[in-house]
């Protein structure tokens, strides 16, 4: 792999990135959904990491930075009666 090849432009970051969703609508009416969805992200191009070391020691580490993430939810409607 080449460190600081002409194929990227300036300031383009070389990574992969990758999302994953599910929507469902359950039961006969579909008033309600369910979603899952997974997100991905992994920087490959030598990246100076930015937290609290010393910058050459930063600077050495030049592995690969992988990111994840994943979440959902349910949403269902439902009638609400004022207290009157």
Known sequence: M???SN???RGELNANVFYGLTVEMPGRSGSGEW???GL???YRDGV???YNRLL???AADTGHINIGTYGGHYLQPFNCHSAR
Do not use: I, L, S, Y
Request: hydrophobic share 30%; proline share 0%; charged share 45%.
């Open 2 to 4: 080449e460190r600081n």
């Open 7 to 9: 194929r990227h432009r």
């Open 35 to 37: 979603r899952v969805f």
């Open 40 to 42: 991905g992200c992994d």
């Open 48 to 50: 100076v990491k930015t």
């Open 56 to 58: 050459a020691v930063r």
